[in-house]
């Protein structure tokens, strides 16, 4: 039986729902991930192939390297050269918005409009977390996607052959592409302990061909390799946010993943199983069992488990009938609530409110990133090796390639001198000759390693050549670079930094936390007439 399309309360509250996620998501905290996206993409895009190697860093230069979201970073170097980080923050607002329809529209033809928008907002509200500017945010877009259409083919027999066109863009557009193998294999069980055998039959073709279509990329089964890599190696796990178990959430967080969680087993048991996919449940089980263990999986959970919600507390596809007028008045009262939290939120209210660093648009940051302090190094003309930090060596990928560094977020690659890195970042001993082992001459370094700038202005090796509003730039002495004095007269006040891109006209003036950085950076380095100036300005600009 052909679905029938969404009534109008059930249209305006998929678009209200939309809105709300578009404003919850319609933001960019530096991740940094973004950075060597851009770098990796421009290496793709100008020398028309996909690295085998590693090429940004002299640490692991000639290590065996897999590009594993080589088509995911060439679109982001493609959007963000058309139409800079404007149009990469609006796209990823955009995915989340039809995230939110897609779900909302599945939900109100079972449970009514209202609640499935209402739950939504609570998926919504639980994801907040992985909505920032990585191409991560695909994997649950892309699972999400591949369940609807699965719970479609049970209920009409159609779409099942979408599936495998699906996996072989989710594994080149990110490296968890074995994920889209792993859900039709679910649903293929589910259909086994079912005992329903002729859609088992169905579906294993359409496993095979997903299965294949995985293989369809430069690396071939490399990228599986690379997916098994990350599911096992454990070394980064305790370094890395993501990475930390689910229970080092905020606690309002897992309030609602707890709330989430009782609906689905609520819905589960109220159907007693009937009418619901055990392939779905499979799918939320493990997804959630890898959650318990890397955080980062939690939005691959949350958006099936909206799914399951809606089939425990709902009927069949096409069974919701005309709405009674109580109904109609609960979804324009949701309607209404969501507007209302989705236009505070990109007014910036709620975030002030808060206290929150989050803004709504595209040129927050969060932290300092030493994009000036890149800049004044680059003036220079030189090049080669270049200690910076894990977080800002993806910024050198992106906007310095001339430069080779010691580290960046990439971790894998750099398992092996974590240790080295460390020292060196905390000024612990034996950092010096770290820095001598790799024959590095040039530090660049932002207001967070306070201790390595106090270490490096008293070592008789290093210099001072660059100081800006958001890092500072040292030097050997032997490097011919002309040494600057910390003087007041040093102009560190810059004001906010933006980063290139527009700016909205409804965004909040910037958060300050980089100027008292900066303050205190200036008093280590002896510019206390500095380091005064920027106080005074954060007091008088946030009392």
């Not at 060439?74 to 995915?95: D, E, N, P």
């Not at 994009?371 to 050198?396: I, Q, S, W």
């Not at 008789?460 to 007269?489: K, M």
Request: charged residues 15%.
């Amino acid at each position: 039986m052909i679905p029938r399309p969404p009534d109008r309360t059930a249209a305006l509250c998929a678009g209200t729902a939309a809105l709300f996620a578009f404003a919850l998501s319609f933001f960019r905290i530096e991740d940094l991930d973004w950075h060597w996206y851009l770098g990796v993409g421009r290496w793709i895009v100008e020398h028309g192939a996909v690295p085998h190697t590693e090429p940004f860093s002299f640490t692991a230069a000639g290590a065996p390297y897999r590009a594993e979201h080589w088509l995911g970073e060439v679109l982001f170097y493609l959007i963000h050269a058309a139409g800079g980080t404007a149009a990469l923050v609006t796209l990823k607002a955009l995915l989340f918005a039809a995230m939110a329809a897609a779900l909302t529209l599945f939900g109100a033809r079972r449970v009514g409009p209202a609640p499935a928008a209402l739950v939504t907002a609570l998926v919504l509200l639980a994801t907040l977390g992985q909505m920032r500017l990585r191409l991560y945010v695909l994997a649950p877009a892309l699972a999400l996607l591949m369940v609807l259409l699965l719970e479609r083919w049970r209920s009409t027999g159609r779409g099942r052959w979408w599936l495998p066109l699906i996996a072989l863009l989710w594994m080149n557009l990110h490296g968890s592409g074995s994920l889209a193998v792993a859900i039709v294999g679910a649903y293929l069980v589910g259909e086994a302990l079912m005992r329903r055998w002729a859609e088992t039959r169905r579906l294993l073709p359409v496993l095979i061909a997903c299965a294949l279509a995985t293989l369809i990329n430069p690396y071939g089964w490399g990228l599986w390799q690379e997916a098994w890599a990350h599911a096992v190696t454990e070394r980064h796990h305790d370094l890395i946010s993501e990475f930390l178990p689910l229970s080092t959430l905020p606690w309002w967080r897992l309030g609602l993943l707890g709330l989430l969680i009782a609906l689905m087993l609520g819905g589960w048991l109220r159907s007693r199983g009937r009418g619901l996919s055990p392939g779905l449940l499979i799918v939320c089980v493990a997804f959630l069992l890898m959650s318990v263990g890397a955080r980062r999986h939690l939005s691959l959970f949350l958006w099936p488990a909206g799914v399951m919600i809606f089939q425990g507390w709902g009927g069949k596809w096409d069974s919701v009938g005309p709405m009674r007028p109580m109904g109609r008045i609960a979804a324009w009262v949701t309607c209404v609530l969501l507007v209302a939290l989705a236009v505070l939120t990109l007014t910036d209210r709620i975030y002030l409110l808060l206290g929150s660093e989050r803004r709504a648009g595209c040129s927050m940051k969060r932290g300092v990133v030493p994009e000036e302090a890149l800049d004044e190094l680059r003036a220079f003309g030189v090049g080669g090796r270049l200690f910076t930090t894990y977080e800002n060596g993806g910024l050198v990928i992106a906007r310095a390639p001339e430069f080779r560094v010691f580290i960046d977020n990439r971790y894998r690659p750099f398992e092996a001198i974590l240790g080295e890195y460390a020292n060196v970042a905390h000024a612990a001993p034996g950092w010096q000759q770290v820095l001598d082992r790799w024959e590095i001459n040039l530090c660049l370094v932002d207001p967070a390693l306070l201790d390595l700038i106090e270490a490096l202005h008293q070592s008789p090796l290093w210099s001072l050549v660059a100081l800006t509003g958001d890092g500072a730039v040292f030097a050997r002495r032997s490097q011919t670079l002309p040494e600057i004095e910390v003087t007041p007269a040093i102009a560190i006040w810059r004001g906010a930094h933006p980063l290139p891109g527009a700016r909205w006209p409804w965004q909040a003036d910037p958060y300050p936390r980089e100027h008292l950085q900066m303050a205190r950076m200036a008093e280590r380095l002896g510019a206390e007439e500095a380091a005064r100036r920027l106080s005074a300005e954060v007091s008088n600009h946030w009392p």
